[in-house]
């Protein structure tokens, strides 16, 4: 199976702004389905949290193109260094998707790092 990434916010390429705009357009559609976790705007992008109340949340599977350069600006742009996972903005995750038509994959999901803020 080829890896897919889950998308629910700024990375889908209707809504991908013009610094990763070039790597969107190469993604692949695979379907719609859910990941559990619950989704927090964050005013510039929105965060899936992937503890405390989990929902599902919709979104978007699409294949990655093929040359490795393409994860490496995804990550660039969600502010994720492998090597330092720790004190990335996100993390790359694999998270179980459930799609459409009911079956369950492991894809990679970005995922919120950081406390949120409290809930004014």
């Not at 990375?11 to 692949?28: F, N, S, T, W, Y």
């Not at 719609?32 to 405390?52: I, N």
């Not at 919709?58 to 990550?75: Q, W």
Request: proline share 9%.
């Amino acid at each position: 199976m080829r890896n897919g990434l889950f998308v629910y916010g700024t990375l889908h390429p209707d809504c991908a702004p013009e610094e990763i705009r070039d790597v969107v357009e190469q993604m692949k559609p695979m379907g719609t389905g859910t990941v559990l976790g619950e989704v927090h705007d964050m005013g510039e992008y929105p965060a899936l949290a992937p503890k405390g109340r989990r929902k599902p949340v919709r979104g978007s599977l699409f294949a990655l193109p093929d040359h490795p350069e393409a994860l490496r600006k995804l990550d660039a742009y969600e502010e994720f260094d492998p090597q330092q996972p720790e004190t990335s903005l996100f993390r790359r995750r694999k998270r179980v998707v459930t799609l459409s038509d009911g079956r369950k994959e492991r894809h990679w999901v970005y995922v919120y790092n950081r406390e949120l803020p409290a809930a004014s």
